[in-house]
């Protein structure tokens, strides 16, 4: 056996210094933890040495980059204690910033025994089946790299899936398609460029592997929510997935995002682990320490607490689990300079021993830390727990996926009575959700569609999910669409249906780019994407899920359209409000900053908001009364817009406001080409549609249209 020094505690994983290796793990409850080297087939086992606090740790002089190892823990296999140590289990280091290889389901990789109960433990090697962690050089040429650093009223964000995106962009080299370097190919940074989008929030691309029930069907885990490593980057997008190229990849990609003015938002899963319940594989953190890295039912450690719907729950509130995230979270930043996160399932990093509790140690060391405080931070604010659904109730610092935001604007567009009341809110930021604690309108982000779920011409296209391809006979998915199908279920070629297809997608669109807050776009829903009416496409790595770019005339007039709708929320001020709307003039002698009116034109009442039947009321907003400064300190001003809605099956003729100047119109979403009208003193506003006004001065432009 080859020598082995003591070498330090810290850093945690392996560090290589250019003479050997430092490997150091955190294994509380071990009685023995070996380092496993791998050259080819061959497996070299060498006892870690010291032992400082729970981290067990050496130096290996001689090994450096391109060394493929993993660990085997000694210890109590006690299920029924909560103690599942199996020597015979290769475990994937947690502090790995590199994989090689997938979980090969056909080898023996649980803990005990396949067929039997998982108190048995099986003592057959599994380490020809395991993936292995790689010492790779992280030095990398960022040249002048700096983040976007894009204000938070500034940020559009685009959701998209780093394979699904660019797999069939006819434009990419093939070679290139469905990878990290595809996202960073020139046709791809053109085309978001010229969309308008200021960040790209992307599909899990942490390690994760596929669930074996999916491989039995032909299936696999496409959305990535089944993270086995937090580090490294997942290497089925790489171009070449082998020595640490995916990290490098990854990187070329940041750069080249940024370098377009595009920052980069991870979807990040700290809830749960590709593990599993008490029945899943032993891949890494189970067979490393259980009690310390998952929550375990107190009474009967056997099984775990799952507030995920998946099996089992990371053990956040542990001080070891949540310095894991928060390494992981640094690493991410500085080494590979993303610049946020969106935080799946965030309710339940909020919960301490069961409750959810916003001033818990997870939020704290958020607060406190100098590097992670300073990125975008999104949650999704809600778990299948007790008292999950917590949208509205983050802290400081942090903005939210609005729930609330989504369920409100498919119901007022699908026509459902009493919602006018919620609507404003929802148009406006949401200050009953977000005003109390001190947080601005951006800590709603605003959406209608995102990847789980209807994509948004499905949303206008199916009332009914279609997830036969999944194999769990339409049962996966939610039965909650607040969807409407325009008429017909499915594809057609009704004209009449088209057409009001066309107007719902344009309204949707409209409405969230015209909202305060911050919106984000599913990626493909500006081109008429369709994903057949699945509405739980995780497990379809194919042409349901991927973006199809051989467009239709009528998708790429949404596309133009989307892109204009786009520039007009980033040159009016009044759309990008960093306070909330105070219904009155700031100095409280100027212009109201925001007037409810009816269709009459007169101003809206307390008991015209409670009225059931309401579906047409405008929205007047005085671009002269904003009050705010930009990033720069210097004060902001804007046009004054009028915003007409009518959500009812009629047309609703919309008296205008008196001004010294002319209302022009500038978007019609019943009739996107016809823009520049300037009518005198009352707008026919088809059923269904959304119009946009904009004030010009008297002697602007030509004279006023009939």
Known sequence: MREIWPGKPYPLGATPDGEGTNFAIYSERATNVVLCLFSGDAEERIPLPMRTGHIWHGYLPGVGIGQRYGYRVEGPYDPESGLRFNPAKLLIDPYARALEGQVNWRGPVFGYPR????????DRDDAAAMPKGLIIDCSFDWGNDRPPATPWNRTIIYELHVKGFTKLHPEVEPALRGTYLGLASPPVLRYLQELGITAVELLPVHAFTDDRWLRDRGLVNYWGYNTINYFAPEARYAVDPTQGNPVREFKTMVKALHAVGIEV???????????????????????????TYYRLVPARPRFYVDYTGVGNTLNSPHPQVLKLIMDSLRYWVEEMHVDGFRFDLATTLAREEHHVDRLGSFFDVIHQDPVISRVKLIAEPWDIGEDGYQVGRFPILWTEWNGRYRDAVRAWWKGDAGLAPEMGYRLTGSSDLYQADGRHPWASINFVTCHDGFTLTDLVSYNEKHNEANGEDNRDGSDHNLSWNCGHEGPTDDPAILRLRDRQRRNFLATLLLSSGVPMILAGDEIGRTQRGNNNPYCQDNEISWVDWDLDPWQQELLEWTKRMIRLRQSQPVLRRQTFFAGTSPDG?????????????????????LHAGLHAFGMLLAGDSLNELDERGRPVSGDTLLILMNASPDPVRFVLPRTQGIWELIEDTARPNEIGVRPLAAYPLESRSLAVFIQRGPTEGSAPAS
Request: proline content about 5%.
């Open 265 to 291: 938002i991870l979807d990040v899963v700290f809830n749960h682990t590709a593990e599993g319940n008490h029945l899943g594989p032993t891949l890494s953190f189970r067979g490393i320490d259980n009690q």
């Open 115 to 122: 067929g039997s109960d998982d108190l048995t433990r099986d």
């Open 589 to 609: 002698d100027g212009p109201k900053d925001i007037t409810w009116l009816r269709p009459d034109g007169c101003e809206m009442t307390s008991e015209d908001w």
